[in-house]
T-cell receptor, first 109, second 114 residues
């Protein structure tokens, strides 16, 4: 089975930085994805990591350590529109995605 | 470009009724997926199809069936709905089921079974 853990909620101030951690234990590993989901909407792709290290995309960065079963999503220069749920998902040996329950980030003015 | 469409947007259904959720994509993606999303549990895979003509079971397939007669359409059927199937259902697709293929999600169907 798959076990993917991430915090339930985080709150931060506009302009600040927030780091969302994700730990996983899965049967095989073929990459880790981060998705953003605004309330009442579909998840949208943010980032993909398959090798150890940091991937940067504008204000968002994602880090992976395969040996530790650990990833984080870093959101910089937070904006009000970043208030959303962030989903960590791991692709297993059968190339199927298993999702964490999601972290709800609230950005306050 | 529509991407992925789902119908209906929402539905209230009496327990025991049969219901088909529709999903259509115009991106010519080979792989398609059905997930349900419940509060506190995240997205869980119900069924998937790696290519037209093939389907497979995901994590929570019981009570659901799918078919993949062509590339574009991937309907999900609840043969006899039960209240525990109240959820938000998302259809997704990807170019293929292989490495580095990002899944793109439809807008979702909100289903309430009474």
């Amino acid at each position: 089975g798959q076990n993917i853990d991430q915090p339930t909620e985080m709150t931060a101030t506009e302009g600040a930085i927030v780091q969302i951690n994700c730990t996983y234990q899965t049967s095989g590993f073929n990459g880790l994805f981060w998705y953003q989901q605004h309330a009442g909407e579909a998840p949208t792709f943010l980032s993909y990591n398959v090798l150890d290290g940091l991937e940067e995309k504008g204000r968002f960065s994602s880090f992976l350590s395969r040996s530790k079963g650990y990833s984080y999503l870093l959101l910089k220069e937070l904006q009000m529109k970043d208030s959303a749920s962030y989903l960590c998902a791991v692709r297993d040996s059968d190339y199927k995605l298993s999702f964490g329950a999601g972290t709800t980030v609230t950005v306050r003015a | 470009i529509a991407g992925i469409t789902q119908a209906p947007t929402s539905q209230i259904l009496a327990a025991g009724r049969r219901m088909t959720l529709r999903c259509t994509q115009d991106m010519r993606h080979n792989a398609m997926y059905w997930y349900r999303q419940d509060l506190g549990l995240g997205l869980r895979l119900i069924h998937y199809s790696n290519t037209a003509g093939t389907t497979g079971k995901g994590e929570v397939p019981d009570g659901y069936s799918v078919s993949r007669a062509n590339t574009d359409d991937f309907p999900l059927t609840l043969a006899s709905a039960v209240p525990s199937q109240t959820s938000v259902y998302f259809c997704a697709s990807s170019v293929s089921s292989g490495e580095q293929e990002t899944q793109y999600f439809g807008p979702g169907t909100r289903l309430l079974v009474l």
